[in-house]
């Protein structure tokens, strides 16, 4: 089946720096989309890109859909401690189709 | 938008038991999925849950281990049977409210199979 990486698998940084991180596929998806998971809940969707080159933003989080359709990155500027948890990255390749996850980039924010 | 609950939250089991979690979402939903976290690792799709008809399970799951209803638009049940230590997990909820919409989760029920 297919499979995304996502790297980092985890990042530690100071409050106010800059994040980014990216996956990559095997294939090509139509569709990718960002989520974060914080401790004890279940993934909340950020930003959902549905277009080849695509540059979304929501607040202070940005994603890109990679030209290829292979990849795509999320970046977070000025980062703050409730930015902690863990991003994951998925795919999907048709509307009716299930998503694939990526493993996750688990984000610690110190202040 | 639409609210997923999901109980029990967490448990602890004795291995050989079964567990079944229940997923209730404040809205009719289309489409409703179960997925496995294991510890530190990514969302695995367990199996798409049918209105009325027999789950749609992935590669390496199985009917008679993770038994699924969903009896109407709102609701699903996964159940884990004859638990193993393995079946430790995250086990989450996820659901579509229509096609042009995209997943959203409940809160998942935290397994430990001793």
């Known amino acids: 089946g297919q499979q995304l990486n996502q790297s980092p698998q985890s990042m530690f940084i100071q409050e106010g720096e800059d994040v980014s991180m990216n996956c990559t596929s095997s294939s090509i998806f139509n569709t990718w989309l960002w989520y974060k998971q914080d401790p004890g809940e279940g993934p909340v969707l950020l930003i959902a890109?549905?277009?080849?080159?695509e540059l979304t933003s929501n607040g202070r989080l940005t994603a890109q859909f990679g030209i290829t359709r292979k990849d795509s990155f999320l970046n977070i500027s000025a980062s703050i401690p409730s930015d902690v948890g863990i991003y994951f990255c998925?795919?999907?390749?048709?509307?009716?189709?299930?998503?694939?996850f990526g493993k996750g980039t688990m984000l610690l924010v110190s202040p | 938008s639409a609210v997923i609950s999901q109980k029990p939250s967490r448990d602890i089991c004795q291995r050989g038991t079964s567990l079944t979690i229940q997923c209730q979402v404040d809205s009719q939903v289309t489409m409703m999925f179960w997925y496995r976290q294991q510890p530190g690792q990514s969302l695995t799709l367990i199996a798409t849950?049918?209105?009325?008809?027999?789950?749609?399970?992935e590669s390496g799951f199985v009917i008679d281990k993770f038994p699924i209803s969903r009896p109407n638009l709102t609701f699903s049940t996964l159940t884990v049977s004859n638990m193993s230590p393995e079946d430790s997990s995250i086990y989450l909820c996820s659901a579509i409210s229509d096609l042009n919409t995209e997943a959203f989760f409940g809160q998942g029920t935290r397994l430990t199979v001793v």
């Open positions: 849950a049918n209105q009325g008809s027999e789950a749609t399970y």
């Open positions: 890109l549905y277009k080849a080159g």
């Open positions: 998925a795919g999907r390749n048709s509307g009716y189709s299930t998503l694939t």
